[in-house]
């Protein structure tokens, strides 16, 4: 069964700066899709950034980067120039290329961001 | 374009009795799959409907149930509440193609007293 792993359970950074949040993941698949999902306190659940497993190339959107280590089945996430407005839970999800397209989550890590 | 829309956004039931949530998906999409979040968890997968059937299960028991209906809107069903049912419950759309983006409606918090 495929899990993903949120070692941080909350991360805090000032404004401005730069912070990096974990995803580990296990899974016997070799195609597949990563996704880090932002939960602010509206509950609605939003995409960041999306990783297909056979790009070697890392995604990235705005100030929004992910450092994808497929052999240590490692996700990162770096927020860059962080604002007030990206407070929230981050959510790090595995889903399999084909079929159901059934997500399995992190347990989230809760982000701060220090004025 | 409305999104995913869900309701009702927030209910309180007794424990034992019965629930119905609702989800109307983003236009054009034709796959709902529900999602049960724990305070302070992440959200764990129900089930999934496409072209009316239920195509994946999670780890759920039978006391949760779902529909999808022809114009692709879904209904998930809980019967005999327990206490540990309280939790926020996410519906999210997608397009069949494996290749598209789900989208995530503002979920139905369900309180069980």
């Known amino acids: 069964a495929q899990t993903v792993t949120q070692s941080q359970p909350e991360m805090s950074v000032q404004e401005a700066e730069t912070v990096t949040l974990s995803c580990t993941y296990d899974?016997?698949?070799?195609?597949?899709?990563l996704f880090w999902y932002k939960q602010p306190p509206s509950r609605q659940m939003i995409l960041v950034i999306r990783?297909?497993?056979?790009?070697?190339q890392n995604a990235t959107e705005n100030r929004f980067s992910v450092n994808f280590q497929k052999a240590a089945k490692s996700f990162s996430l770096k927020i860059s120039d962080s604002q007030l407005g990206d407070a929230a839970m981050y959510f790090c999800?595995?889903?399999?290329?084909?079929?159901?397209?059934?997500?399995?989550f992190g347990q989230g890590t809760r982000l701060t961001i220090n004025p | 374009d409305a999104g995913v829309t869900q309701s009702p956004t927030h209910l309180i039931k007794t424990r034992g009795q019965q629930v119905t949530l609702r989800c109307s998906p983003k236009?054009?999409?034709?796959?709902v799959s529900w999602y049960q979040q724990a305070l302070g968890q992440g959200p764990q997968f129900i089930f999934q409907?496409?072209?009316?059937?239920?195509?994946q299960r999670g780890n759920f028991p039978d006391r949760f149930s779902g529909h999808q209906f022809p114009n692709y809107s879904s209904e998930l069903n809980v019967n005999a509440l327990l206490l540990g049912d309280s939790a926020l419950y996410l519906c999210?759309?997608?397009?069949?193609?494996?290749?598209?983006?789900?989208?995530f409606g503002q979920g139905t918090r369900l309180t069980v007293v």
């Open positions: 999210a759309s997608s397009w069949g193609s494996p290749n598209t983006e789900a989208f």
């Open positions: 899974t016997s698949e070799s195609d597949y899709y």
């Open positions: 990783q297909e497993a056979y790009k070697q």
């Open positions: 999800a595995y889903r399999v290329l084909q079929g159901a397209q059934k997500l399995v």
């Open positions: 236009s054009g999409h034709d796959t």
């Open positions: 409907y496409y072209e009316e059937e239920e195509r």
